[in-house]
Nanobody, 128 residues
Framework: QVQLVESGGGLVQAGGSLRLSCVASGRTFSDWTMGWFRQTPGKNYEKDRDFVAAIGGSGATTYYGHTVKGRFTISRDNAKNTMYLQMNGLKPEDTAVYYC?????????????????WGQGTQVTVSS
């Protein structure tokens, strides 16, 4: 069992930056593969648009959605039980609720449905 709490969302102009944090509690943080996903109200989940990034337990392995690769950076600090998402070069199409997710899964093959634990989400709004 793990509890996840996101923070760091907000309103930013296009081209700006935000850093999201996800603090986890409940068991050994380094056991968990962690991910960031996003959801736009009124739209169904589409992997190409809504998978943001994932990171393995040690932090050595990362994956990014193609729409954010090169602009966003996922990282984790296992000593602080915290995962981060540094978002640079934000675009209006990045506007969404961002969720962190966790589970004991292989980061190399994990999909959205493999993550059983989710945070409450944090709103990111990018104005043009």
């Amino acid at each position: 069992q793990v509890q996840l709490v996101e923070s760091g969302g907000g309103l930013v102009q296009a081209g700006g930056s935000l850093r999201l944090s996800c603090v986890a509690s409940g068991r050994t943080f380094s056991d968990w593969t962690m991910g960031w996903f996003r959801q736009t109200p009124g739209k169904n989940y589409e992997k190409d648009r809504d998978f943001v990034a994932a990171i393995g337990g040690s932090g050595a392995t990362t994956y990014y959605g193609h729409t954010v690769k090169g602009r966003f950076t996922i990282s984790r600090d296992n000593a602080k039980n915290t995962m981060y998402l540094q978002m640079n070069g934000l675009k209006p199409e990045d506007t969404a609720v961002y969720y962190c997710a966790a589970d004991v899964v292989d980061v190399d093959i994990a999909t959205r449905s493999d993550f059983g634990f989710w945070g409450q989400g944090t709103q990111v709004t990018v104005s043009s």
